[in-house]
């Protein structure tokens, strides 16, 4: 076989929020502005409101980076930014 392609919705972020509040799967994101001590933290959540199960607790992007994160989410997908990112999260 030959490679596959995955594709999805996308939708750009710059602040904490739902980027989907429905079942489905992360394919990963890129992040195009990192500065002031930046975090990334993933949920599957349909609200935000804790508790929710993490996808990811917590990473340090960097800017100019592309992050595969082929991970399926059941509520929602949320994710919470800290210091200053822009990023564009793609999504199935």
Same mark, same amino acid.
Not at 12 to 34: C, K, N, Q, W
Not at 53 to 80: E, H, M, R
């Given at each position: 076989?030959?490679?596959?392609?995955?594709?999805g919705?996308?939708?750009?972020? !710059? *602040?904490?929020?739902?980027? /989907?509040? =429905?079942?489905?799967?992360?394919?990963?994101?890129?992040? /195009? #502005?990192a /500065? !002031?001590?930046?975090?990334?933290? #993933?949920? !599957? /959540? +349909?609200?935000?409101?804790?508790?929710? !199960? %993490?996808?990811? @607790? @917590? %990473?340090?992007?960097? *800017?100019?980076?592309?992050?595969?994160?082929? +991970? @399926?989410?059941?509520?929602?997908?949320?994710? +919470?930014?800290?210091?200053?990112?822009? +990023?564009?999260? =793609?999504? *199935?």
């Amino acid at each position: 076989m030959g490679n596959q392609v995955q594709t999805g919705g996308y939708k750009e972020i !710059d *602040a904490t929020g739902v980027v /989907s509040p =429905i079942r489905g799967d992360l394919i990963g994101i890129f992040v /195009s #502005i990192a /500065s !002031d001590t930046p975090t990334i933290t #993933i949920g !599957d /959540s +349909a609200t935000g409101t804790p508790p929710y !199960d %993490f996808i990811i @607790s @917590s %990473f340090t992007p960097v *800017a100019g980076t592309f992050y595969p994160i082929p +991970a @399926s989410y059941n509520t929602g997908l949320y994710i +919470a930014i800290g210091g200053t990112v822009t +990023a564009t999260v =793609i999504f *199935a």
